[in-house]
């Protein structure tokens, strides 16, 4: 019996002992696990403040309650543009693009460049033409980008098709013999109508009519560096009407007969040909025969009241009808330079060296490493395509008497 009163005695005690142990651990300040990002595991987490989107001692702006309550959104407000940060007078000039709605993002990308590394100091405005309407999409698109104020016009269908003096069967059978022998373009008709109307016509454009000076701007081009000044106003004043950036040579089976109505040309308007003009850079036996230079004018600064004048409408007009921008592959590049280089005096065109170009597929970096520098440029000055063999820039700094600029001797 007495050991029976014992062992009950001690259950009694471990009974004790074990609720007095448990009452300990469930009472004491022993922290409980908690989830990452602070709640308990079993539990639903605080909500914890997010932080201010303003740095500290910059207040948010009015009616903001300076903190950020839609997740991923940033502080970068769209504010717009920033305003022109170029002091001094603004030029009568536009920047003018050939372009269909397909082209947005293409042309977009051009914008960009443009505005980063120039337009986004001066404002200027910006004129678009197409041969169809442009869509709204495009039209808000490029309006975004463009500092300046957007223009957009549509091509006059008599700009943009057969004149009534070319021989369409004639010209059909052209671009199927360009096609066999895989002339670049050779078979394209929308080219030929593109060529023509860079050639004779963007210029009239009652757009265009408002301005004094342009700068044209092709989809997907690329501009390397800063432009620190502003061009157009270089232009007027030192005397300049045309520019490039890249000179080459044009394909020979493109233009078999254009020298021939250059030379009608020459013989029927001689008073419209200028005295001291570039004639050197055209020819190398004083005109008797072409060599086939040309600036390639997807990049040109220009003066609108030159291509507008009576020396070159009479040009245009007589090229135009000798038929070769259908009867051949005419281009707007050649038609341009030898224009630029018969009516206008050789100081009157100017080579601009530190605007750093791309179009595919040639580049132009700027000659000079303190200059590429200055100017935080990115391209590659092995890149540069001047002083290669096939470019014809040596041959206008030779004309000119201008000394090549140092290092240029490494790019050959």
Known sequence: MASGSTRYIRYILFA???????????SSSIPTPQL????????????????????????????????????????????????????????????????RNSDIWEIAKSIRQVEDRFNR??????????????????????TSLVSGKTHYGEIPKEHWSFPDFIDQEKAKAVREDMAQRKIIYGDSISYRHMCRYESGFFFRHPLMNQFEWYWRVEPSIELYCDVNYD????????????????????YVETIPTLWDSVKNFTKKYPEHIAQGNSMGFLSDDDGKTYNHCHFWSNFEIGNLD???????????????????????RWGDAPVHSIAAALTLKKEEIHF????????????????GEQTR??????????????WKGYSCTTRYFDINGITKPEGYEKEQ
């Open 121 to 142: 100091k001066y404002n200027y405005d910006w004129v678009f033409l197409n041969d169809k309407p442009f869509d709204d999409e495009f039209k808000k698109l490029t």
């Open 36 to 99: 990452p990002g602070g709640g308990n595991w079993g539990s639903t987490p605080a909500a914890k403040p997010l932080p201010s989107a303003f740095p500290p001692g910059i207040p948010p702006p009015i009616g903001s309650s300076g903190t950020d309550t839609q997740a991923g959104k940033s502080p970068n407000n769209a504010g717009g543009l920033p305003p022109a940060t170029a002091p001094g007078e603004r030029m009568n000039a536009t920047f003018v693009t050939l372009a």
């Open 231 to 250: 061009t157009f106003k270089y232009m007027r004043d030192n005397g300049k009407k045309y520019s490039f950036v890249l000179s080459l040579y044009e």
């Open 16 to 26: 004790c002992f074990s609720l007095a142990a448990l009452y300990f651990l469930t």
């Open 352 to 367: 601009f060296n530190d605007i750093a170009y791309y179009h595919v597929p040639f580049t132009h970096c700027p000659t």
């Open 373 to 386: 520098l200055d100017l935080k440029c990115h391209c590659n000055p092995k890149d540069n395509f001047d």
């Open 306 to 328: 030159w291509l507008r004048s009576k020396a070159y409408i009479d040009y245009f007009e007589s090229l135009d009808h000798d038929g070769g921008f259908f009867y051949e």
